[in-house]
């Protein structure tokens, strides 16, 4: 046998133009007789004639029952070094999906099983063959059969966990995924078709990428579906038959996979992992995780699973988070009482009356359990022997859904089909759940077009449409998307959402208000827009909780109040972004895996209500909240009466004690109009730095033709974006003339002036409008609109252009510039001081100061005036609720001499908070040690007053008082440093750290002086 296989190679390779695929004939009959002799088992051969290096492996070996055995990759005879072939990404793919693969060059045969080397043999020397031009002998036969033998033996395990199986699946879909992008190169292939309907009619913007990852998870997916359903075996061409008939779109999917050729690259692995699926009895699989009681929802489980193998960052970005059952149960019980008490819905979601729609529903969580607790509480009611008519007449009919990307809505079929039967109602042929593959955001329904698949979603669309704009709907609950870069950008939801955008009546006058249009916000106005359509209804969602006291969604709250006559709000917290903790100070932990903080809203409309909206806190660890909501429901939760008023109707409990007298004082914002938030590089690290020659020797290398984008890439750590490149950036500097007078001062933390490349090539957010201002001779209000926790201690003064975190690098807390002056004629660098300026003040201001005082002030008196009062420990404390959630209101005493003496403080302030105060010319802090100056470890002796910045050295004669002094989100004396990590301080380093101490100690003392001159404002008030 091996003689003759041996001398059929050697014959090949004589002609002197064989390819690699020359000697794939000889090489399956070889495997073919091998099976016979060794097994006495027919196999099957089938051999892929190689299109590119990125496809599937060569041969795929059938057992001759429908069963694959295992793959074999070839390489030409003349690659006499498979342990390097072993190693290349090609083959690691392979060995990683495919649990059996031999790798050979005809003469040598490593055989893999599950990514590990287990055998390898060789039957004759290539070297023979090749360069002696002999036919070589046979070696190692019975070697080469026990290779054989274990290649043949193998078989798939026959018992899978959802955990197994999720990442035999993941590694596959994994592998299929690229074989579509590489399907994709093909314009006129069918697969291209798909693709460019989904991004005309569905996704727009939707990369090859994304759809193919999409297609990817669909097909296998629609696979498990659909063996789900088999009855006596699986394979790819059955899936078809078990895809219900109603389902369009899957059906489209399908009889692409199922009846036609996919292409080879495909077909190989959607049999693999058809296989797998066949050997693994999903529904047996599915049926014991019920009922062991390892999850009620075992299939999205299994998809969470699934998901965190394939792709965890994928996961992640997607926001695709299965909901906790805990959570759901909460939202859900509680929409079943308010339908029972609100709406006399006497059995609830069981009422043939009730309509229910969750438009952003994934994988079907919470309508199904909606669907579980209706026949249940009919059941209860009138007994289980009309749950199918209940299903079938109800269920089926008012209960809908509406998913935009593909593979939860395969997974949402799926898993409604499995728990109908659960509940004992197995779908008939014509049966078809309401979920349907549609934005929920946009009303525009698909016309018919040429492309392939276009036909089911047109007819998708269409139905989606009807519920969207003509059912009734009385109950919308779920977990909508929380995206801050929403996609969702079409004419309808634009218009509609307009509705948060104003308030009393008015604009809402923000600059950026790009929150507004965060996904989760979207889905709850088009819910609110449905009921409101309806004219009664009730709303139950879980969603990110920033809308509840974010002075930006204002609108929103006032228009949920106009809508809605009963509003609870549940708040979950969890929100690590803002640090949160419990109120005892212990840890509070989010209910999903996400940073941001969620909470549960429910909202009643219905006319005869009487108005109110109550609030609950729920703190702690995630278990101890997933118990309490399990154990609760609207009626059982300590709801909080709130009162929520203009001009900000906060959703949660606020002090109002000192609200009256502080809505009297003049926002920060009328006093200085002209504002902006600061500077945003996205490209810290590279544009700025201590000095300017730092700053001027890395442009220098960004614009060196000598070096490639990729070594720039890696060298700063810059990645391309959609609307940013490293390349197009490194072209627009090229043409810049002068470059080098574009490397200014920036005021980059607090006291910590640096150097920026001040380019818009490079720069993302300029602010060119504000910054040009502070480019001649100016001073700005550095202060934040809002903080992550009660505790203002949020301004700063500046002299130049200045960063967006100066005060404070937490999102939420970025920080705005109020400059003093604005220069109209003035550009970014033209240079010179002889531009007319403008105060920065309106002239009502002036003058009812002036009518009060009887003497016109100057604007620098205002800003410190001003600056006086924001470093006052009464005013901070007294208006800390007020003060976190929007920008600061300013109390102007009626007397002068009052507003004088704070002015001239202010004034001190702002000197020494600039380094121009002559109190820093004898610094209290001093720099000791061995002169070793390089910052390695930053620590601090309470005990001693002593900063160390490696063993050796330290700044000495330091106070806790002034260690522990915060500037907005810093510890001022231990940012300073810290920025400076593995660094060498220069002479002026250390002078200025020593002056910086200077500094706050003073800032103390004034701040004490401040506060014993403060409660004499507040007696008598100007209302400006």
Known sequence: ?????????????????????????????????????????????????????????????????????????????????????????????????????????????????????????????????????????VENEEKFKELLIKFFSFSLPRTYTPKTLAESLAVRTHYLREQVELELLNSKGRLNGFYQAFEQHLIAGLTKQDFADMYAQTITYGLFAASSRSQNGFTRKQAFDNIPATIGILRDVFRFVSLEEPGPNLVWIIDDIAEILSVANVKNVLHKYYFEGKGSDPIVHFYETFLAEYDPREREQRGVYYTPEDVVSYIVRSLDI?????????????????????????????????????????????????????????????????????????????????????????????????????????????????????????????????????????????????????????????????????????????????????????????????????????????????????????????????????????????????????????????????????????????????????????????ETKYEWLKTHHLKSTKWKQLKPESEFYFFVPRDEKYSSRYNKYIKITDIFPENSVGIVTSRDKFLVAPTKSDVEKRIRMFIDGNLSDNILKKTFNLKDKTNWTVKEARNQIRKTENWEKQIVQILYRPFDKQWIFYNSALVERMRKDIMRHMTHENLSLLICRQQNKIGFTHAFISDSISEACVVSDRTREINYILPLYTYPDANLFNGGSNYQREVNIPAEVFEKLKENYGKKVQPEQILSYIYAVLYSNIYRSKYAEFLKTDFPKIPFCSELAIFSKLAKLGQKLVELHLMKSDKLDKPVAKFEGKGETKVEKVRFDEQQKRVFINPDSHFDKISPEIWKYRIGGYQVMEKWLKDRKERKLTLEEIKLYCKIATSIKETIGLQNHIDKIYPDVEKTIIEI
């Open 1 to 137: 046998m091996l003689n003759d296989y041996i001398k059929d190679v050697f014959r090949v390779n004589r002609k002197g133009d064989a390819r690699e695929e020359s000697f794939y004939k000889t090489l399956a009959s070889l495997l073919e007789i091998s099976a016979q002799q060794l097994t006495n088992k027919k196999i099957d051969v089938t051999i892929l004639p190689k299109k590119t290096e990125a496809g599937n492996p060569d041969f795929r070996v059938w057992d001759g029952n429908q069963h694959i055995t295992g793959y074999i990759e070839a390489k030409p005879p003349t690659e006499e070094n498979l342990e390097k072939i072993a190693e290349s990404e090609q083959l690691k793919r392979y060995r990683s999906t495919f649990p059996n693969i031999i790798l050979t060059n005809f003469f040598e045969f490593f055989l893999y099983r599950d990514g590990e080397l287990i055998d390898k043999v060789q039957i004759a020397r290539p070297v023979i063959a090749l360069h002696v031009k002999t036919c070589p002998p």
């Open 338 to 622: 308010v339908l029972k008490e609100y709406f006399n819905k006497i059995n609830g979601f069981a009422t043939n009356s009730v309509t229910v729609l969750d438009p952003a529903a994934g994988t079907l969580t919470f309508i199904a359990q909606a669907a579980a607790i209706a026949v249940n509480e009919f059941c209860t009611a009138y007994g289980s022997g009309g749950k199918k008519e209940l299903i079938k007449k109800h269920i089926l009919k008012n209960f809908f859904a509406f998913e935009l990307m593909m593979a939860p809505y395969a997974v949402g079929h799926l898993k409604i089909g499995f728990l109908l039967e659960e509940l004992g109602y197995k779908l008939d042929k014509d049966d078809r759940f309401n979920l349907y593959l549609t934005n929920t955001l946009d009303m525009k329904e698909l016309a018919e077009s040429n492309l392939p698949g276009t036909s089911s979603l047109s007819q998708e669309s269409h139905e989606a449409g009807k519920i969207k704009k003509e059912t009734p709907v009385l109950a919308i609950l779920g977990n909508p998307p929380y995206s801050g870069h929403s996609a969702n950008k079409g004419g309808w939801i634009s218009k509609e959402i307009r509705e948060y955008y104003k308030v009393d009546g008015k604009d809402l006058g923000e600059k950026n208000p790009k929150w507004l249009q965060d996904d989760y916000v979207k889905f709850i106005r088009f819910a609110q827009w449905k009921i409101d359509q309806a004219g009664e209804g009730v709303l139950g969602f879980i969603t990110n909780h920033s809308y509840l006291d974010n002075p930006t969604f204002r609108g929103m709250r006032q228009s949920l109040l106009n809508s809605f006559e009963h509003i609870y709000i549940l708040d979950l917290h969890g929100n690590s972004k803002k640090k949160e903790t419990c109120p005892d100070g212990s840890k509070d932990e989010n209910v999903f895996d996400i940073r941001q903080g969620v909470a549960i809203i429910i909202a009643v409309k219905k006319k005869g209500l009487k108005n109110k909206i109550v609030h609950s806190n729920l703190w702690g660890l995630r």
